[in-house]
């Protein structure tokens, strides 16, 4: 037992050590650096990993849109579909870790951080989506463009106005593929089938009359020649596997055959998930989702940003100090040791914080500078109950038992109260309640284990028989 | 040390009762001022990078684009918050363009929100008030079930239950005050801390129905308004001491915390102050007035 209370102990400082130093590695790097240099070692740093923040601490605009569903049969299929664009927009846009969620049954989420110009991004997210399938350009017809794109580099090289090259535009033209007439309004459906004999899977195309007709005189004079498929004017998926979608991407399918009928089937060697991707962009350039204007929108500048997040964590510090002052003055020993899990207790909450990654708004940290007060709530109830114990005349260890489990079921039924609350919480969209909600939970399940577990072999560990003699202390 | 607290129980209740009915004049005759979270709208936060103009001035400069009621607040030094109906983005650059060109300024926040969010949130809010009170009166009832004599346990729960709209109905009526005073709005945040409160303030209630069930336990069930007396001296202190130790940080954010977390703090502590009151001073005397009811109506049959 004693040996074991022990054990426990030092896993509990190397927790301690651990958490800290992740939840704040500077003054660790900072003491292995000053030993590098002056050993010539080379220690490696703490494993680093940043918090994740909200928009309303970095900055950033928060859209939401609805999409209009009417006559849409499979909703959610739809709304994937929608996200799956608009995401695939926002990245092109250059935006650093947008995020695009679907909410409900008909609302899109748009975050975008850091962005400035919102009416660029407003309009470009607003468009409806474009589908199209180009065929090859002759070789001429290529060595035109590429000749004139090398003209117009010279020309920017020497920092020049490209204006002055003739026929400048011509440059801008995609050299390989051309547009057609054939574009997502004449394709009914996409859907991903599977070959009755390899069980591979395949797309398969079905196009209205007019579509028919196009896609059969496309197919007559292109045979053995690629048909390149693009959406929003870019690949319609990323086929060079560099994780994002470019100029590099082409997505062409070989016409082998003149099709006629206006139903084509897109075979070779995909993977389902591949085939997914396509058959469901396919789908979007076909039956567009109109969304309009957003419904709501917040816009954040950086600098209000920063201000709010530095205020917040001073009042966190300040509460913390606050509240491990509080619990010296009124429970001494007992309430160093607590204030001493309570460190740790942030130090895991953080820690948390980084790892899952939980996303910091002002709310969420709202959150966690209250849990913190009610993290040493229960400690008060089991150093009362502890007092009350030691007046009826029972031993140190004994009572420090008896504090913890006659205070549990009080504890229990009152932390429990609070997730409830937490859990209906969770059922507003907001991201502020949600925010809120989420560091609460978590602040209350860490307290639970640092109040009892963490303070109980602390206790355990400094306050033995020794202290019959020192009550006041206690 | 034993206090007699149910002794002076209609002196509590009384106290009560006042700030409950002045709090309910208030909702009626001020009503709440929901912020455009709720309503619609826009807001728009502005720092003037030099001196900032009367709302006269900037009133006038705006007047063009028809915004309809325009509220104008400042903030800090030099800062100011626009209210006014939904815009566009399109529009919205227009405005700031036009502010711009008159004064300097730099735009810290906008936020629009559409007139179908706000009533959707609406709804939302008054299904979680009601959830978050019948979960918390069906757990005590159920944590409680035990002690179903002399009291039985279901009587615990509604007793909180009392306790709790006491606790939410004042903070409601500080705010319709506070509105019509100072424009205070009641927006996400404070929505947030309110259900927050209903979690937390039955904490203490918590404590001391739990001793009253051990008391009676070990003593038996006689005598259950000394019971309820000396459960409530000795879990008093500790009561006091985790609603402190909850309310230090709150105060850190309300001071130090900026101006979002200013009202969310404010109306944590109203709330969790008012449930440490009605902890003490109403639940449990109500569990004893409702027994001593029972049996007065008991007699007269």
């Known amino acids: 037992m004693i040996k074991s209370k022990y054990l426990i102990f030092i896993a509990v400082i190397i927790l301690a050590v651990l958490v800290g130093n992740f939840a704040q590695p500077i003054y660790f790097d900072k003491g292995v650096n000053f030993l590098n240099k002056k050993f010539g070692w080379t220690l490696p740093n703490f494993p680093e990993k940043p918090y994740v923040l909200g928009l309303d601490l970095q900055g950033g605009v928060n859209l939401v849109y609805e999409a209009d569903l009417n006559g849409v049969i499979d909703k959610a ?13 926002v990245n092109m846009f250059g935006v650093s870790e947008p995020v ?15 962005v400035k110009d919102v009416q660029e991004a407003i309009k470009m997210i607003g468009q409806t989506p474009y589908l199209e399938f180009d065929e090859q350009r002759t070789e001429e017809e290529s060595k035109i463009i590429l000749d004139k794109m090398k003209e117009v580099q010279a020309v920017l090289d020497k920092k020049e106005d490209i204006t002055t090259v003739k026929d400048w535009q011509i440059a801008l033209e995609n050299p390989y593929f051309k547009p057609t007439d054939l574009t997502g309004k004449y394709l009914k459906k996409a859907t991903i089938i599977f070959d009755q004999t390899t069980f591979k899977p395949q797309i398969e195309l079905k196009f209205d009359d007019a579509g028919s007709k196009l896609f059969e005189e496309i197919t007559a004079r292109n045979i053995q020649k690629p048909l390149a498929i693009y959406l929003d004017n870019a ?33 070779g060697s995909m993977s389902t998930q591949t085939a997914n991707d396509i058959a469901r962009r396919l789908n979007s ?3 567009p989702v109109k969304i309009g204007d957003p ?17 917040s964590l001073w009042a966190g510090v300040y509460g913390l100090l606050a509240v491990a002052l509080f619990m010296i003055l009124f429970y001494r020993l007992p309430g160093l040791l607590a204030s001493i899990a309570l460190l740790i207790y942030v130090g895991i909450v953080l820690s948390i914080f980084k790892l899952v990654p939980v996303t910091l708004t002002l709310a969420g940290i709202g959150g966690f500078v209250l849990s913190i007060g009610m993290a040493v709530d229960a400690n008060i109830l089991i150093f009362a109950r502890m007092k009350e114990e030691i007046l009826n005349g029972k031993g140190i260890s004994e009572s420090i038992n008896e504090g913890f489990v006659r205070a549990w079921p009080s504890i229990r039924d009152s932390n429990m109260n609070s997730l409830i609350v937490c859990a209906i919480l969770f059922m507003f969209a907001t ?11 978590i602040g209350i399940l860490v307290s639970l284990f640092s109040a009892i577990f963490i303070t109980r072999i602390l206790l355990q560990v400094f306050i033995t028989s020794w202290a019959e003699k020192a009550k006041w202390l206690l | 040390m034993n206090i007699n607290f149910t002794k002076y129980a209609k002196f509590y209740y009384g106290i009560s009762g006042i700030l409950i009915i002045a709090s309910i004049a208030a909702l009626i005759a001020f009503g709440l001022k929901f912020g455009i979270e709720f309503t619609g709208g826009s807001n728009m936060q502005l720092e003037f990078l030099d001196t900032r103009p009367s709302n006269e001035i900037i009133n006038k400069t705006v007047a063009d684009f028809k ?30 363009a036009k502010i711009n060109e008159a004064f300097k300024v730099e735009e810290k926040s906008f ?3 559409g007139p179908s969010v706000g009533q959707e949130l609406k709804n939302k809010t008054t299904i979680a008030v009601i959830l978050a009170l019948l979960a918390i009166t069906i757990y005590i009832a159920f944590a409680f079930r035990k002690v179903s004599k002399p009291v039985s346990s279901w009587k615990y729960g509604i007793t909180s239950l009392v306790a709790l709209i006491h606790d939410i109905v004042i903070p409601l009526g500080v705010f319709a005050v506070l509105g019509k005073l100072y424009n205070v709005e009641i927006t996400i945040p404070i929505i947030a801390a309110l259900l927050t409160v209903l979690g937390f303030s039955v904490h203490d209630t918590i404590v001391i129905f739990d001793r009253i069930r051990e008391n009676i336990l070990r003593k038996g069930m006689g005598q259950f308004e000394e019971t309820i007396n000396l459960s409530l001296s000795q879990t008093v202190g500790r009561s006091l001491s985790t609603v402190f130790s909850t309310l230090i940080p709150l105060f850190a954010l309300y001071f130090f915390g900026g101006e979002t977390l200013k009202y969310f703090s404010f109306s944590l502590i109203i709330g969790i102050t008012s449930g440490a009151y009605s902890s003490i001073f109403i639940a449990s005397p109500l569990l004893v007035s409702w027994k001593k009811w029972d049996e007065r109506k008991f007699a007269k049959k």
């Open chain 1, 295 to 311: 419904i709501s929108q917040e816009k954040v500048g950086p600098t209000l940003g920063s201000a709010s997040l530095q205020k």
């Open chain 1, 235 to 267: 690949s319609i998926i990323d086929t060079n596997g560099d994780g994002k979608i470019d100029a590099y991407d082409v997505y062409a399918p070989i016409i082998q055959t003149k099709i006629s009928g206006g139903q084509a089937v897109i075979s």
């Open chain 1, 285 to 287: 350039g076909a039956l």
């Open chain 2, 111 to 113: 936020q629009f929100i």
């Open chain 1, 100 to 114: 695009v969620q679907v909410q409900g049954q008909n609302r899109l989420v748009v975050e975008l951080p850091g």
């Open chain 1, 431 to 441: 991201s502020f309640i949600k925010g809120f909600a989420l560091t609460l939970s």
């Open chain 2, 67 to 96: 915004l309809g009621e325009i509220i104008i607040q400042p903030t800090a030094e030099k800062g100011i918050i626009l209210q006014f109906r939904g815009v566009d983005e399109t529009t919205h650059q227009q405005i700031l």
């Open chain 1, 77 to 89: 299929g739809a709304m994937s579909g929608l996200r799956d664009i608009i995401e695939r927009r």
